[in-house]
């Protein structure tokens, strides 16, 4: 079994930081892509920040240059780094990891619980 959980979600002011952090855990044999998404109420869930890893990164449009996601291997964690932040950033966050598990050495993707972000204007 594999667990993905989340922490650093919360309230915050507009032009704000947050933190998010997610850390795998269980039968892993290797992590590929680790990601966050994120679902505001009435829209899609959508892409937010991946990394592969090897440490390449790919960011939505609309967080470029405010978000940075980074990882640790050893740790098998993946880190959100939020500044900047805006009322439209509100959202459920959601971490993401494509995995090939232990027990069965099948790639499949995970999800954690999700976080709240509520940014206020």
């Known amino acids: 079994q594999v667990q993905l959980v989340e922490s650093g979600g919360g309230l915050v002011q507009a032009g704000g930081s947050l933190r998010l952090s997610c850390a795998a855990s269980?039968?892993?044999?290797?992590?590929?892509?680790m990601g966050w998404y994120r679902q505001a109420p009435g829209k899609q869930r959508e892409l937010v920040a991946a990394i592969t890893s090897g440490g390449s990164t790919n960011y939505a449009d609309s967080v470029k240059g405010r978000f940075t996601i980074s990882r640790d291997n050893a740790k098998n964690t993946v880190y959100l780094q939020m500044n900047s932040l805006k009322p439209e950033d509100t959202a459920v966050y959601y971490c993401?990891?494509?995995?090939?598990?232990?027990?069965?050495?099948?790639?499949?993707?995970?999800w954690g619980q999700g976080t709240q972000v509520t940014v206020s204007s």
């Open positions: 269980g039968s892993i044999f290797s992590i590929n892509a």
């Open positions: 993401n990891a494509n995995l090939r598990t232990a027990s069965s050495l099948r790639v499949e993707d995970y």
